[in-house]
């Protein structure tokens, strides 16, 4: 079957590509000029040059295909540099809903996030408008809605929460802040997040192409749930380090991110506590078990890429 896909060069997308190629698809992607060399098994994929801003670009890669996937997705905007959410979330999200209904592919599927609502921030509002749109496209439609996403980035300057928060904060020589909201440190790191493996997001979307029970069907996705402290202390440990935790107001870190969070070398933004406080579990068992998906854990060994 031939995958118009969209987002094939960043993280999501890479290992998306070698699980459509590991079950006799073929990837047909959209990549920027001068990106071709961030795009993995790219000899095995039909590259379309262009942009998605560009709808002859988009209506390019989708012609001639079976299924749609988009998966672009950015972790923070630069409204300077033309990158928003608004731009690549639901604009571009739309503008290829829109060829996918006039080129007659009737198969889309989307990458949202869990959590999307709309009245949250402006990466939460985004995500939740393409889904509507998409909603009511009238298109086979089928939306995951991952948690936190962990896995080996592989290079290209994939942006990776692990590898991140390795690099940006565990590395620091001082202690890792266990945020709270308010002023009371008893408060500290009560929010949870489900980590689930690069690898089984793929899995998903790749079985969900021919699985009609997913038709019209909106699934979060996540393992099991852990603390902040907790996943601070895993990955940590999985590069053999130990790490003190303290407790940390999250307002001081939003006031400061509100002055520094539109600089690239600022580790993070305003909107990106917010929704880090405010936590994001979800129970996935029983789409593992129809997926018939093996459940990748957290733990130590499978955050081994983090020696690197």
């Known amino acids: ?66 299924a749609v996937i988009y998966c672009i997705g950015i972790i923070r905007e630069f409204p300077r540099k033309g990158v928003t959410f608004e731009k690549l979330h639901f604009q571009a999200a739309k503008e290829c809903i829109d060829v996918a209904k ?75 802040p266990n945020f709270h909201s308010g002023l009371n440190p008893m408060n500290a790191g009560k929010f949870a997040m489900s980590p689930i493996h690069i690898k089984n997001v793929a899995e998903f979307f790749v079985k969900s192409i021919e699985l009609k029970e997913s038709i019209k069907k909106t699934y979060s996705l996540g393992g099991e749930a852990y603390y902040w402290k907790d996943i601070i202390m895993t990955i940590a440990k999985s590069y053999g380090k130990k790490k003190w935790i303290v407790p940390a107001p999250a307002i001081a870190v939003k006031i400061i991110a509100a002055f ?5 070398w600022f580790p993070i933004t305003k909107d990106q506590i917010t929704m880090l406080l405010e936590g994001n579990v979800c129970e996935s068992k029983d789409y593992f078990d129809k997926f018939e998906i093996e459940l990748i854990p957290f733990d130590t060994q499978t955050l081994a890429y983090l020696n690197k």
């Open 102 to 176: 006039a080129s007659g592919v009737k198969r889309f599927i989307m990458m949202s996030a869990n959590g999307v609502k709309v009245d949250g921030t402006s990466y939460q509002h985004t995500k939740y408008l393409a889904e509507e749109y998409l909603k009511f496209s009238n298109i086979d439609w089928t939306i995951f809605r991952p948690s936190l996403i962990f896995g080996d980035p592989r290079g290209g300057d994939r942006p990776e929460f692990c590898t991140q928060l390795k690099k940006d904060m565990l590395s620091l020589p001082f202690p890792a």
């Open 260 to 264: 520094l969070g539109r600089f690239s």
């Open 1 to 66: 079957m031939k995958v118009a896909l969209f987002g094939g060069t960043g993280f999501v997308g890479s290992y998306i590509i070698d699980e459509l190629l590991n079950n006799g698809h073929e990837p047909v992607v959209l990549v920027r000029e001068g990106s071709k060399s961030k795009l993995n098994n790219s000899e095995k994929c039909k590259i379309i040059s262009g942009d998605v801003s560009d709808v002859k670009s988009i209506e390019n890669t989708i012609a001639g295909t079976n």
